[in-house]
């Protein structure tokens, strides 16, 4: 098994990267590689689920192996399994808890890439969610990328190239990878090779996961997860009546708050306890008390970062959730229409069947603009609950 087993459906991109990777360990080793193969920086674009963050870690890993007698990227030696597990010392993944990257993270991320390895062949940062750096962490991150050190690649991943995801200056400073949304089949045969998932879940998961691999991975081994998509796939059809409105839009805000809480509880416990044992609890002796004063401090420095990152869940579940809405009419609408094209939910056929009958396409199409109006919505801070009210109400007037 390579790292890049990792990667689904995306042989293009692999077959890019092996190729940067030997030029890598031929720089390593002292010899001079064909211009352009290799580079410094790198830019992973493509739609959520795509696996932008998981390509980038397998060619971390490659970029880390060890093993000079195959193609690197072996997934066996320690180079290939720390950077995997995300315990190698010379890569670093900054992944944003909250709703952005910070100047003050960046700044410190900096000063750390410009060491040369200490125990791996190169220095690698990963920044995930690129497209969440404010304007000075990117203007940090610039700085570092016009003039890298001799041993340090960044690998930047974000949505697009385009300038709200990606600074023009950054962007041009990056080789660009594009991912596009692995087909059902490819991410199948994933889930049963590298998850040991069931053929029959396997098909099933794929089938409905929009070409997300993440949430493919989650419906196929949560049942909460699965029952939480049923939950939203069963809104269209119940709004009958006006008082359905909010009970509808209560659902939907529970159902992302209780992912937030179940995503978060036991990182947030370990982490409190992490750090009072850190800041002397029930230690006892001279400077306890001092100890115990400054513990109060750090404690409400990590509440405040772990209700950063419970909003950010809940604003991402959300958004999956209305996804899914949006693929409901989608379905509904090539079902009126007659199309072809291949259903999202293959599996909620007849109540798309049913919305077609009930619904003119015109009715659909505006039930679809509510929905991406209430991501667009939420995406700009809109409080969530009068977005989703908002939505709810167009939909069921239709």
């Known amino acids: 098994m390579s790292v890049w087993d990792e990667v689904v459906g995306q ?18 080793a002292g010899g001079t590689p064909a211009p352009g193969v290799m580079t410094h920086a790198w830019l992973f674009t493509g739609p959520p689920g795509s696996g932008r963050s998981s390509t980038a870690r397998a060619f971390a890993g490659a970029l880390q192996c060890v093993v000079t007698d195959d193609r690197p990227g072996c997934g066996a030696c320690s180079g290939c399994r720390t950077t995997l597990h995300g315990t190698h010392a010379d890569v670093r993944v900054v992944a944003p808890e909250g709703l952005s990257i910070s100047v003050a993270e960046m700044r410190s991320l900096v000063q750390i890439s410009a060491r040369r390895p200490t125990s791996g062949r190169w220095q690698v940062v990963i920044i995930e969610d690129a497209d969440r750096l404010t304007e000075g962490a990117a203007n940090a991150l610039l700085k570092a990328v016009e003039e890298p050190p001799a041993r340090t690649v960044f690998l930047l991943c974000a949505p697009s190239d385009h300038p709200d995801d990606v600074s023009v200056t950054i962007r041009s400073r ?8 692995p087909r059902p089949a490819a991410i199948a045969s994933a889930l049963e090779a590298v998850d040991g998932v069931s053929p029959e879940m396997a098909l099933w998961a794929a089938s409905v996961c929009g070409g997300h691999v993440g949430r493919a991975r989650r419906l196929a081994a949560d049942e909460l997860s699965r029952s939480r998509r049923e939950a939203v796939l069963r809104i269209p059809l119940a709004l009958r009546k006006p ?90 609408l090539v079902t009126k229409t007659g199309s072809e094209a291949a259903l999202m939910h293959p599996d909620r056929a007849g109540d798309s069947r049913t919305a077609a009958a009930t619904w003119s396409a015109e009715s659909i199409l505006r039930r679809i603009e509510a929905v991406l109006a209430c991501r667009e919505a939420i995406e700009v801070n809109v409080k969530p609950r009068i977005a989703i009210e908002a939505m709810v109400t167009t939909l069921h007037r239709g």
């Open 174 to 181: 990056c080789r660009l990878v594009s991912l596009g949304s």
């Open 243 to 332: 008082a359905d409105v909010f009970t509808c839009a209560d659902e939907l805000i529970k159902a992302a708050e209780d992912d937030a809480s179940t995503a978060n509880e036991a990182r947030n416990e370990a982490e409190r306890e992490a750090l009072e044992t850190a800041m002397g609890a029930g230690g006892t002796g001279k400077g306890t008390a001092t100890a115990s004063r400054g513990a109060k401090g750090a404690l409400k420095d990590l509440e405040k970062r772990q209700k950063s990152r419970a909003t950010r869940t809940q604003r991402d579940s959300l958004d999956m959730a209305l996804v899914d809405l949006a693929g409901f009419y989608r379905d509904a």
């Open 11 to 28: 042989p293009d991109a692999v077959a890019t990267l092996s190729a940067s990777a030997e030029a890598a360990a031929t720089i390593v």
